[in-house]
Structures are given as C-alpha cells and as structure tokens.
T-cell receptor, first 115, second 116 residues
Framework: EAGVTQFPSHSVIEKGQTVTLRCDPI?????LYWYRRVMGKEIKFLLH????????ESGMPNNRFLAERTGGTYSTLKVQPAELEDSGVYFC?????????????FGPGTRLTVL | AQSVAQPEDQVNVAEGNPLTVKCTYS??????LFWYVQYPNRGLQFLLK??????LVKGSYGFEAEFNKSQTSFHLKKPSALVSDSALYFC??????????????FGTGTRLLVSP
C-alpha cells in the first residue's frame, strides 16, 4: 500500500512569488490534514479536510494560504504571495474515517524556502 | 487549549543503555496521546498511541510509553537503545471530542542521539 506522497520535496522561491504544494493521501482515506513546522519549532496544524469539505481551518495563518481538495482525493496548498516567514516544512497526513482512534499517516513533507 | 511540552531539545544515551524521552501535556478532558519519529530526510512515522486502558503502551521498534494522568505525562522509553534509534521524536495530543478535536498538537521535538 502506497503511503502519503507530497510534491515537490523541496521548493525555493523568492518573496512575492506563488508556490503550490501537492499531497496525495493514502487511497481511501477521507481525512486529510496539513501541518507546518517552522525552523525547529513545533509542528502546527493548518487545516483538516473530510473528503472535499474543510472540516477545520483554524490553523491557517492568513488569507495568503489557500487549500483545496477537489473531488476528495489529492489536495493542494497554495501560498500567494509567499513571505519570508512562510519558510518551513509542510507536512500532509491522512487517516481513514470510521474510528476516531485512528492515527494519522504522514508524508515526507515539502521543504519550502522563501528568499 | 491543548499543549505539549518536550523539555529536552536533545537526549544523549550510549548504545545498550535505557532511554527516556519526556513529554507532558495539557488538554481539556481525556487525551489521546501519540509518539512519532522522524528519521533524516523522511516523514513522520507513527510509533505508538494511548487511547484508553493500560497505562503502559507498547509500540514499534521496541519502544513503549507510560501514561500518567496525575502527572499529565507520556514519556517514551526503551530498555536498550540502538544507534539506529537516533532521530527526532515528537509527542502529540488530541482531544476525544469537541470542535476541531481531530487535530494533533505537537511538542517541539526531542533529538535522540545514541552513541556506539
């Protein structure tokens, strides 16, 4: 069974540019989460999809961040325009529905560097 | 609001010795607790979780963790460390129910260094 995949693995952009991160969850997982870790700090929750619906977007830092999950499969996270403080590692995770005990399965992350 | 504290940035231990990575948490109501490990250039891997029941939870790679409700702690342990255990360890908590209950709240991570 394939795990959670993320693309790209690294992205280096200049301040003001746009970047789109992609996450493919484990097949059949209805729950999809985005998290971010900034420079040695804790991993912080960004948002949670159930299928194509945003269940919780309380962690999205501002309106420069836009997440979508059209069709309830893969998800994209767009940052536009990027700022220096957006640098960090963006993790995607997925989990199946049906039990609230399920752990989340994480992807390898996308390391974003904004210059 | 939930929070997790991992008081040690780094833990050093010699191979073959027991190891402990500390974690304390704060959450309203009963917690679900998790440990994840990140090896270099890899994603987070699930190690173990506490949901309910026995306070001692066993997980992958010989790791275990002890839930202590009175001390609000969930320390990760292993009886005999391996050099290959060297990695970054994250403790996480989530609530059982309520608004946004499924999101994980992580600590800052503890780097474990096992020397030969």
């Amino acid at each position: 069974e394939a795990g959670v995949t993320q693309f790209p693995s690294h992205s280096v952009i200049e301040k003001g540019q746009t970047v789109t991160l992609r996450c493919d969850p484990i097949s059949g997982h209805d729950n999809l989460y985005w998290y971010r870790r900034v420079m040695g700090k804790e991993i912080k929750f960004l948002l949670h999809f159930v299928k194509e619906s945003k269940q919780d977007e309380s962690g999205m830092p501002n309106n420069r961040f836009l997440a979508e999950r059209t069709g309830g499969t893969y998800s994209t996270l767009k940052v536009q325009p990027a700022e220096l403080e957006d640098s960090g590692v963006y993790f995607c995770a997925s989990s199946p529905s049906g039990s609230s005990y399920n752990e989340q399965f994480f992807g390898p992350g996308t390391r974003l560097t904004v210059l | 609001a939930q929070s997790v504290a991992q008081p040690e940035d780094q833990v050093n231990v010699a191979e073959g010795n027991p190891l402990t990575v500390k974690c304390t948490y704060s959450v309203s109501g009963n917690p679900y607790l998790f440990w994840y490990v990140q090896y270099p250039n890899r994603g987070l891997q699930f190690l173990l979780k506490y949901i309910t029941g026995d306070n001692l939870v066993k997980g992958s790679y010989g790791f275990e963790a002890e839930f202590n409700k009175s001390q609000t702690s969930f320390h990760l342990k292993k009886p005999s460390a391996l050099v290959s255990d060297s990695a970054l360890y994250f403790c996480a908590v989530r609530r059982i129910q309520g608004t946004g209950f499924q999101k994980l709240v992580f600590g800052t991570g503890t780097r474990l260094l096992v020397s030969p």
